[in-house]
């Protein structure tokens, strides 16, 4: 993990995003980019940033409602709203609902690097209580069903085998794969 950080920008428009995740590259974080909501939600998932950059404007969904489902996945994840719009009223209400901060268009870099920033720092005094927890062995050897160092566990939602691996996800006990997970968690929507 970088010194700095990691961060997950999130917006449909592919130049804007490579712009952000170029930028802050430079700077010395870890970038990854999403262009979509479910996107947005599998990489968080898998991997959880320090902070999220999240534009108002996406394909499947908009970036109030993806704020929500972030914070439901992940309570501690910091936020940063980009917002096209002069609304003080929007931005209030992103701050309401969890968001760490909201950045008006266009950018002023080094706002943007700041406020950034500050949400890296936050976000990582932040006990992290999610739900997702990448599949670790070493925390299930207590069980009698718990495998052993090499063996691998049935994923819960599909029963097929789920190899020791960062992309498998334990929720309350039981082992999934992550899409399997996220499937499930999608459909109870």
């Not at 802050?24 to 898998?46: C, E, H, I, P």
């Not at 003080?88 to 909201?102: I, N, Q, V, W």
């Not at 160092?149 to 029963?159: I, M, N």
Request: a negative charge.
């Amino acid at each position: 993990m970088s010194a700095l950080g990691s961060l997950l920008v999130v917006g449909d428009d592919a130049e804007a995003a490579g712009t952000l995740r170029e930028f802050f590259t430079r700077k010395g974080y870890l970038v990854d980019v999403a262009s979509n909501g479910g996107d947005a939600l599998m990489l968080v998932s898998l991997s959880r940033p320090d902070a999220v950059i999240l534009d108002i404007h996406l394909p499947d969904t908009d970036g109030a409602r993806l704020l929500s489902e972030l914070r439901a996945l992940d309570e501690s994840i910091t936020v940063v709203m980009l917002n096209g719009s002069d609304n003080e009223d929007a931005a209030r209400a992103f701050l309401k609902a969890g968001a760490f901060d909201s950045v008006r268009r266009p950018l002023h870099w080094d706002r943007l690097e700041q406020t950034v920033g500050r949400a890296i720092v936050v976000g990582r005094e932040k006990p992290r209580r999610g739900v997702v927890l990448p599949f670790n062995p070493d925390r299930r050897k207590g069980s009698e069903s718990a495998p052993g160092e090499g063996d691998t566990a049935e994923c819960r939602v599909c029963h097929e085998r789920v190899v020791d691996d960062t992309r498998a996800v334990i929720e309350k006990g039981s082992v999934s794969h992550a899409a399997c997970w996220l499937g499930q968690r999608a459909r109870r929507r």
